[in-house]
């Protein structure tokens, strides 16, 4: 049946803006892209694992419309090997974080920040005693 999580999409505003958060910030790979039927830029493949992508579509005009408990993508989380040295590195780039480096309710490190898009995402450093680690 199912192996295992192939890539997770998201449509950006602005691709440059994406590329180098993902890639220059964050440090994952630029791997390919993809082109629609009329050879125009359609879908950029960034490796985050192997087999592992984060796919970003070219094209996105308008953000959805905010409300409290929206239903659908709520975000996504990144492994990391050091909580406090990812944090330290994103903050020497200029990043925000919304939330410092904190213990989680499931006992890992934790912390949060926002793409170029507004879309959450949770960095995540795993404690050998998590329920993640022991299943």
């Not at 879908?43 to 592992?52: L, N, S």
């Not at 213990?103 to 404690?127: F, S, T, V």
Request: glycine share 8%; with cysteine.
């Amino acid at each position: 049946m199912i192996k295992r999580i192939g890539h997770m999409a998201m449509t950006v505003f602005n691709m440059e803006k994406s590329l180098e958060f993902y890639c220059d910030i964050l440090g994952l790979e630029r791997v390919f892209e993809i082109k629609d039927d009329n050879q125009k830029p359609w879908i950029e493949y960034v490796k985050v694992a192997p087999g592992q992508f984060i796919e970003l579509f070219h094209g996105g005009r308008r953000k959805p419309e905010e409300g409290e408990q929206p239903i659908g993508f709520h975000h996504l989380c990144l492994e990391v090997y050091n909580i406090h040295e990812t944090a330290a590195h994103l903050k020497l780039q200029g990043i925000t974080l919304d939330a410092e480096p904190a213990r989680g309710k499931d006992n890992n490190l934790q912390c949060w920040l926002k793409d170029p898009d507004g879309n959450r995402i949770e960095l995540m450093q795993l404690d050998p005693s998590s329920p993640q680690m022991n299943c």
